[in-house]
């Protein structure tokens, strides 16, 4: 019996490997070891203090809110964009997808500039909605707003994938048997969106709660109006050069990132059970 060795394009095995955690070392592992590293050289006092000192958990308090209202708000016009690119065909139907993707490829930076200026009482559209009495720069809801712009790719790119694959014959099987729209919408589409639904709020839960450049203009740092953000405080004490207390702050701050990615995670490989069963 002769066997044939299939050819690969890419060299074996341990060479791959070999490369693969090469690069994950050095971009990952030892940057997030460093972190504990930094941190676990103060006492277990100081690191208590640092950590709970009230800037410190206004920071955290500011952060996690806003970064979970602006995930569910995400949730929501996220499932309703995906639905729209995914069911109907327009014109202009291409260069709207691609506009999802401008978070992702718009500096930061420039992002909280523009919404900052766009926003403020003398902008385009914080001066009609300052007329209203709404004041959006410089307060948590222009962080809410900034949040919500760079999350929302996360919460689309995740859940079109499962719409395109979703047969509407099972929504065409609903209405024939007597549901009505909203009975077909929770009990059919969203069981089947709930994984990526959950995924997409996941990746945006985490992208905001450390997000810097964008929120950093917009939400005016303010400890008087407690609108500082974790990472806005992190970045202050490396200003001071307080190594030990930010790298605390940051561990803290990594250990949430983990918990939720964790969570994401499970989420996928439950969800690929539950498939390949299927």
């Not at 740092?221 to 974790?230: F, R």
Request: with cysteine; aromatic share 12%; proline share 4%.
């Amino acid at each position: 019996m002769r066997f044939t060795r299939s050819k690969r394009v890419i060299p074996g095995f341990g060479l791959t490997m070999g490369v693969t955690i090469a690069m994950l070392s050095l971009l990952i592992l030892i940057p997030l070891a460093s972190v504990f590293v930094y941190a676990f050289r103060m006492s277990a006092a100081d690191f208590l203090e640092t950590v709970t000192n009230s800037a410190v958990l206004y920071a955290f308090r500011t952060s996690i809110i806003c970064a979970l209202l602006a995930a569910l708000i995400n949730c929501v016009f996220g499932t309703i964009l995906a639905w729209v690119l995914v069911r109907y065909d327009f014109p202009g139907k291409r260069f709207l997808d691609g506009l999802i993707e401008l978070p992702f490829a718009l500096p930061t930076a420039v992002a909280g500039i523009t919404l900052s200026k766009m926003y403020s009482t003398t902008g385009i559209l914080g001066k009609p909605l300052a007329g209203l009495g709404i004041e959006v720069s410089y307060t948590h809801l222009g962080l809410l707003v900034a949040l919500v712009f760079i999350g929302i790719p996360f919460v689309v790119r995740a859940i079109q994938p499962v719409l395109e694959k979703l047969d509407p014959q099972y929504e065409e099987a609903a209405f024939i048997l007597g549901a009505g729209r909203r009975k077909t919408f929770f009990r059919i589409i969203l069981s089947e969106l709930r994984p990526a639904l959950l995924t997409g709020f996941g990746l945006a839960f985490a992208r905001g709660l450390g997000e810097y450049g964008s929120v950093i203009y917009i939400s005016g740092n303010s400890a008087k109006e407690h609108t500082q953000v974790v990472s806005y405080v992190i970045m202050q004490k490396l200003n001071y050069m307080d190594y030990a207390s930010a790298t605390s702050i940051a561990l803290i701050l990594l250990i949430i990132s983990f918990l939720m990615l964790f969570f994401v995670n499970m989420v996928q490989v439950r969800q690929s059970k539950r498939t390949n069963n299927v």
